[in-house]
């Protein structure tokens, strides 16, 4: 049963990771600076994976600290403790479903210089190849000309690194009983799927794939965590009693 039950949270922490790291705010900005600056395909893939690798140990780092948390509270709550976790993992689809309800399912930051906020607009542009990106980059020293490459490379940077992938956090706390092991194998899979996630879609987009659209289901983006998040919880709660 443990097997199992890690193996279904391994498959939906990857799910989370993917779908996270397929939201446009992941790889869409490196495609529009790269042909605003006349990047090479080599030079766009080589800055997008070194973001990602700065996106992923961030939220590593902050993986490390709710795993040591849920440690602490299953020591000392013991079976009460897949409630108190399966209660959590409900309590945060909440939140995702409610933003989704009212219009806000995408969960993103403003590169530097931008204004944008996330609004029921978000996702519902006209015309295919464009999204809120094209007009929120105009706002930053990312795409300008005054700035060096360097700038562009490290406003990059900051801008995935600081901005975590929060929703994968839930993911450690329900993998607390499986202790250092499950705690690793989590964060490689996080590791994995986010960058697989943002190289594959920076790619194809690269090679002028943008008519599939996928930046249009950023939209959903809340209302997708919410649905993975209380099929955890479900998990959690009914397979750890």
């Known amino acids: 049963m443990n097997s199992t039950v890690l193996s279904t ?3 939906t922490g990857f799910t989370v990771a993917f779908l996270h790291a397929a939201i446009p705010t992941h790889w869409l900005p490196f495609v529009l600076v790269a042909r ?7 030079k766009t893939m080589t800055v997008t994976i070194i973001a990602g690798l700065g996106h992923v140990l961030l939220t590593t780092l902050l993986g490390l600290v709710v795993a040591w948390m849920g440690f602490q509270l299953d020591e000392r709550l013991g079976r009460i403790f897949p409630w108190i976790a399966g209660g959590i993992l409900l309590a945060i689809a909440g ?3 409610w933003r989704q309800w009212r219009g806000i399912g995408v969960c993103h ?6 204004h944008h906020e996330p609004s029921e607009h978000c996702g519902h542009e006209a015309e295919a190849e464009h999204s809120h990106w094209d007009h ?8 300008s000309k005054k700035q060096s490459d360097w700038a562009a490379v490290s406003g990059l940077f900051v801008m995935l690194t600081l901005s975590p992938c929060e929703g994968f956090l839930p993911i450690y706390l329900s993998g607390v009983q499986f202790g250092w092991r499950g705690f690793f194998i989590l964060s490689a899979i996080l590791a994995v799927a986010a960058l ?4 594959l ?5 690269l090679i002028g794939l943008e008519r599939f659209r996928i930046k249009n289901f950023e939209r959903y983006e809340a209302g997708l965590l919410g649905t993975l998040f209380t099929l955890l919880a479900v998990l959690v709660l009914v397979l750890e009693r």
């Not at 929120?136 to 795409?143: A, I, K, R, T, Y």
């Open 9 to 11: 949270i391994a498959a």
């Open 36 to 42: 605003a600056r006349s990047w090479s395909r080599a």
């Open 95 to 97: 939140y995702y479903f």
């Open 109 to 114: 930051h403003s590169p530097p210089g931008g």
């Open 136 to 143: 929120e980059l105009q706002e930053s020293p990312l795409v």
């Open 196 to 199: 697989a996630a943002m190289t």
């Open 201 to 205: 879609l920076t790619w194809l987009t």
